[in-house]
């Protein structure tokens, strides 16, 4: 039997097993802004710019800033289940002094979301592809206390 896979959604945005699921994005050395996605230039206007990029991971956790319930399957890409579930879409504020989007698994009641909330940046099967591999997305949880 063929082994199955699992694959991230993007290559190198979020670490793979058996690493703790983590988000990478990148610090500028010249002025210390975090970006998320990876930035190809540093966007701090007040920047001199002289020192590169450098890739780095992420904190796990973060506060819930914002978030809503997206009710209607977004277009491809994007591989919605048929039937459509609602699921929940998060605005986590990092201590990085950013904020990441991201997805709320499927079995975590959307009612108990609440701002200033606890979050956690988990791997979950976003889908599995035409081989039968798991693609795998980061998405954000309340975090065990
Ligand atoms: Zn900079």
Same mark, same amino acid.
């Not at 097993?17 to 930035?39: D, M, T, V, W």
């Not at 007040?46 to 978030?67: A, E, M, N, Q």
């Not at 009641?109 to 940046?121: H, I, P």
């Given at each position: 039997?063929?082994?199955?896979?699992?694959?991230? &959604?993007?290559?190198?945005?979020? /670490?793979? $097993?058996? @690493?703790?699921? @983590? #988000?990478?994005?990148?610090? &500028?050395?010249?002025?210390? *802004?975090?970006?998320?996605?990876?930035? %190809? /230039?540093?966007?701090?206007?007040?920047? =001199?710019?002289?020192? $590169? #990029? %450098? =890739? +780095?991971?992420?904190?796990?956790?973060?506060?819930?800033?914002?978030?809503?319930?997206? *009710?209607?399957?977004?277009?491809?890409?994007?591989?919605?289940?048929?039937?459509?579930?609602?699921?929940?879409?998060?605005?986590?504020?990092? $201590?990085?002094?950013?904020?990441?989007?991201?997805?709320?698994?499927? =079995?975590?009641?959307? =009612?108990? #979301? %609440? +701002?200033? /909330?606890?979050?956690? /940046?988990?791997?979950?099967?976003?889908?599995?592809?035409?081989?039968?591999?798991? +693609?795998?997305?980061?998405?954000?949880?309340?975090?065990?206390?």
């Amino acid at each position: 039997m063929e082994v199955k896979k699992q694959i991230p &959604c993007l290559e190198g945005w979020l /670490t793979m $097993p058996p @690493q703790e699921p @983590q #988000l990478i994005g990148n610090r &500028c050395q010249s002025c210390g *802004h975090y970006f998320f996605p990876k930035a %190809k /230039t540093c966007r701090n206007p007040l920047c =001199d710019k002289v020192k $590169p #990029l %450098k =890739d +780095v991971l992420l904190s796990r956790k973060g506060k819930l800033f914002s978030y809503t319930i997206n *009710h209607y399957p977004p277009p491809p890409p994007y591989h919605a289940p048929d039937p459509f579930v609602p699921f929940g879409v998060v605005s986590i504020a990092l $201590p990085e002094g950013i904020k990441v989007g991201g997805q709320v698994p499927k =079995d975590v009641d959307l =009612d108990s #979301l %609440k +701002v200033d /909330t606890e979050m956690e /940046t988990v791997r979950e099967v976003l889908y599995i592809d035409d081989q039968g591999n798991e +693609v795998l997305s980061w998405m954000f949880r309340p975090a065990k206390s």
